[in-house]
Structures are given as C-alpha cells and as structure tokens.
C-alpha cells in the first residue's frame, strides 16, 4: 500500500538505531498500512474526561466537560485543568530568566497523586483529599480559591518556561502539606506551595512550530488537552499514568491513528466542536511511575523508545496526542459517548 511521506517519516522514526530489519519498526508500520494515508471519515467515541485540579494530583473524573479558549472545565466552568499547580521553592535561571520556585511534578515526587479531588457543583465546592495519609486529611473548598485577586506575584519554572503566578500562602497550600507530610522526604514542607494564575496570566500553547497566543493553556504542559486512544499500544502502566484528559476509541480508530489525524470535529447533542491533534506529545519520567504505588520503572519509557516514533529533532518518546481547541468559537459541552470525526491527516511533525 501507498503510504504518506509523513506516514514514512513516521516509520524511519521507529526503533531508528537499528539500521537493519527491526520487527518494532514493520510492526509499527503494519499498523499506518491498516489506516492508509487517508484519515478523512474516521470516527471514535469520546471514553472519559478527565481534568486536574491541581496538576500533578489525581484527576476528577466527569461524565461532560467544557471546551473553552483556556482548554477542560467542569460543565459549569468553574474548575478548570490545571489552574492551579504544586511548586516548591528553588532559585535558578534558564533561558536567562531567574525564578525563585520549580514545579513539584511526579517527576520528582511519588505522592502527589495521592491527592484525590471531588467537586459539587450544586454548592461550587470542591473537596482534596489524602485517604492514605494518617488522619485521612480532607477539606473543602470554594472554586474562589483558585481566582485570587490580590498576592504575592512570583517567578515558577515549568520546564523551559518560567511563568508568573501568585504565591497561595493561605488554606490551600497548608492543606497540600498536610496531604503530603507523612511521605515526602526530600522536600521540606515549609518550602512546598500553590501556585496559581493572575487576573491577566497568558501562556500560549506551543504544540506548533510557533506558539499560538490565541490558544491559551494553564499550567498544562504547553498544550490544552493530551488525548490517548485506546486502541493504541502504550507498553506497561502507561495508559493510567498519562492521565489524559479525552481517551477514545471505538472500532474505525486503530491504533496509532492518532500520530496522523490533524483536524476533527466533535459531534455533540447541541452541535459540533472543531479541535486540532497537535504535534506528537513527547513522553516524559512520569510515564514510569506508578501512580498507586509511586514506584519507578524503566519499563515504560523503554517501551516508548523501541516501540513509538521519536522525534527528529530531540529523539524523545512520543505517546498520545496533543490537542487544542481552535478560537473563535464558543464554549462547547462535550460529553462522553459524542463522537470524535476524523477530517485531515498531518503533513508535518510540526503541525
């Protein structure tokens, strides 16, 4: 079969170390010759929705969530994916620009998916807890919490960026360390802190060749929603440690489709939802960790490394999509079982 030159691309990417037959390679292969290079027409149901409220901790899981120019939101908007995130203090410069804090990621820690979230959005409240922590800490809280008007405005490096934030030095950061203060010995708990957006915070996506400041994102990792479709192989515990926050799937999705699609379109009850699958998402430590046991493993990001296409231009390990949601359209209710459709493939590694 006739494959893309971007399918092609794909598969010289695969296992690329190996200049002879690779089995890892045909396989990967095997599966562009099973989609053809057209994706036009495919469709899948959309599985779970998930949102964090805090980046890093265990995702709330929801039966319908908002699409918005800010990215996942519970149907009322008042929670939105990662509006808020753990930091810790640690001074240091990249790309030129000083920061005085670092995000607290599963990178670094094992326990902060020991944070389980619940909300109520009959009282706009939303509950953080820690059952195995002793004395099971749990509070609840008002989603105002999370829209602070006034505080201290630091500098917060999250990967490359270094973004500005206000310091919460008030309930919310004391009950974090009190989730977290029977299992985290490397950090001090005096230097553990929320972090959250100003009135007038702006981070661009940047899963295009050049940041889109119309598409914005929160403390995400540069894009507004990871996908993950569940027909695609992800090697051991990689599905759960992903966290997406759209899976998908159905029969006319086979696995790796993902890597081609584009643009698509999401067919609600009330209309449709333009979005577009960015470029490939590279996978990091988190991949590793089990998020119930918190321990480390090779395995998966090895998986990743034999198994996925790396790409050209930092070889990391690549799983799941990154997704945005085009502006200019209005916020739009999805819900699980809509349809996700298929309209263009990608040409690009960039796109």
Known sequence: MSLSAFQEALISRVDPTNEGHS???EAYRRSMEAIGPSVMGRTAEVRDLALRILKGTKQLHVPSALLSLQGMATEDGELVDCRAAIVRKEHGAVNQTEYDY????GKESAHTTRVHPSYDPTTKRFILSAPDASGSPSREFDTGVLYPRDGKLVQARFGNDVLEGVLDTGQLTEHIRNCLADFETKVPMEDLFVILPHSWFRRPSDTCIEPNGRILTMFTDGAQIHGMNENSPHG????????AGIRFGGEDFP?????????????TNTGERAVRFQSLTPRCLVTQRDIVTGEVSGSPKKWLRENRPLRPWDSSATMGANIDVPPHQEDTLVTVGDKLVAET??????M
Request: aromatic fraction near 8%; proline fraction near 6%.
């Open 345 to 350: 493939a990608k040409t690009d590694w960039k």
């Open 255 to 267: 696995p790796n489709i993902e890597d081609l699609v584009h643009e698509a379109r999401i067919v």
């Open 236 to 243: 051991p515990q990689v599905m759960d440690a992903f966290r």
């Open 23 to 25: 089995e890892r390679r």
């Open 102 to 105: 670092k995000r607290y990621s």
